[in-house]
């Protein structure tokens, strides 16, 4: 690995009001490359990653993307660094069109000669959601909704992109549009924090991974470790 990361995260502790959820996770991304986050329900995924956008407030650790410390950032301000989030259940405005969802989250001139992703752009990478654009998101298939999420993240202009579950409810042949679109953001350059249950899909994908359980970090290797050890993943995940 490069010696600057991406993003590096050391040491994140993360409690909900008395509950202490994430236990001293570190974890980092290369520019470029994709890093699953794997573990079963509960295991404290969602809850990294929302530490990492900056949504939850109560946790410790460090956080550098690019070698700067975002560690004490609001969730504006880390989207502004670079760090942009594709959240759980794709939380999109349902009454807004499309075009609007992306105005709403567009970055108009970000930083450190960093470049916005135009409509145009996110209409190259997603031609439905062209076909779609003056919509209301909430009429929208899973599929379509779910490319709005990824398109609303991309005109923040980010560098390190945080997917929690984008393939959740989708039907197979959108799940592998969704693994494409995925591998061409890392072929633009983009890193990625992947979380997933579809295990196949995020090892296909994914370059590194880490596996956590109960809050701790129990496994890390590249993903092909794991595809020529299935048992090493079942161990953790009771998947078959
Ligand atoms: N708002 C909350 N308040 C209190 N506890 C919470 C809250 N959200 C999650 N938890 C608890 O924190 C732990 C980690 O949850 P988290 O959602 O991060 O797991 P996950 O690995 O993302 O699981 P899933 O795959 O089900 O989304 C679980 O025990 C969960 O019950």
Redesign the pocket.
């Known amino acids: 690995m490069p010696s600057e990361a991406a993003l590096s995260l050391s040491a994140l502790n993360a409690f ?2 008395d ?1 202490h ?2 236990h001293d996770v570190s974890l980092e991304v290369a520019p470029g490359r994709i890093l699953a986050l794997l ?12 530490a990492l956008a900056g949504l939850l407030t109560s946790r410790t650790g460090r956080i550098l993307l690019n070698g700067r410390d975002i560690s004490g950032f609001s969730p504006e301000a880390i989207c502004r660094a670079g760090l942009a989030l594709v959240p ?1 259940g794709r939380r999109i405005f349902r009454s807004l069109s499309v075009e609007e969802n992306l105005a709403v989250a567009r970055c108009p001139s970000p930083p450190d000669g960093r470049v916005a992703w135009t409509d145009e752009d996110i209409y190259g990478l997603f031609p439905r959601l062209r076909e779609r654009r003056r919509h209301p998101a909430g009429l929208m298939s899973g599929g379509e909704q779910q490319m709005l999420a990824i398109g609303r993240a991309l005109v923040t202009a980010p560098r390190v992109l945080l997917m ?2 984008p393939t959740e409810g989708l039907a197979p042949q959108i799940v592998a549009e969704v693994g494409g679109i995925v591998g061409r953001l890392r072929a633009a350059g983009l890193s990625v924090i992947l ?1 997933e ?1 579809h295990m196949a899909f995020a090892l296909k994908l994914a370059d590194e991974v880490v596996v ?1 359980s ?2 701790r970090v129990v496994d890390r290797a590249p993903a092909s470790a794991f595809q020529a050890d299935p048992a090493r993943l079942e161990e953790h995940l009771g998947v078959h």
């Open positions: 909900y009001g509950s959820i994430l573990g079963r329900n509960g295991a404290g995924k969602t809850t990294c990653m929302n759980q929690d579950e979380v249950q956590i109960t809050g």
